[in-house]
């Protein structure tokens, strides 16, 4: 069983900077790719920002220079800077990650989202 649980959302105005953690825990034995996503009012899912495990990182167009990812792979946790925020920004935020239990099952999994309301 392999849980994420993220945390750290709230609101803020625009400008203002938030930070979002994720930590994975369960029956882990490899983390490889983490992954945010965030669901925009009446949007489809999309994606934010990837981190692979040896902490090369990837981001959407949107949030490129504004949002930063990265990880701590002893605390198996991924964490989202978040800058310059704009009302744009409001969404549900999700983390994502590929993980290999311990029966050597690769699975990516999905936490249940964190609120990121960002005030004009």
């Known amino acids: 069983q392999v849980q994420l649980v993220e945390s750290g959302g709230g609101l803020v105005q625009a400008g203002g900077s938030l930070r979002l953690s994720c930590a994975a825990s369960?029956?882990?034995?490899?983390?490889?790719?983490m992954r945010w996503y965030r669901q925009r009012p009446g949007k489809q899912r999309e994606f934010v920002a990837e981190?692979?495990?040896?902490?090369?990182?990837k981001y959407a167009d949107s949030v490129e220079g504004r949002f930063t990812i990265s990880r701590d792979n002893a605390k198996n946790t991924v964490n989202l800077e978040m800058n310059i925020l704009e009302p744009e920004d409001t969404a549900v935020y999700h983390c994502?990650?590929?993980?290999?239990?311990?029966?050597?099952?690769?699975?990516?999994?999905w936490g249940q989202g964190t609120q990121v309301t960002v005030s004009s």
């Open positions: 994502n990650a590929d993980i290999t239990d311990n029966l050597y099952t690769l699975f990516s999994y």
């Open positions: 369960g029956t882990i034995r490899t983390i490889h790719n």
């Open positions: 981190i692979t495990r040896s902490g090369s990182p």
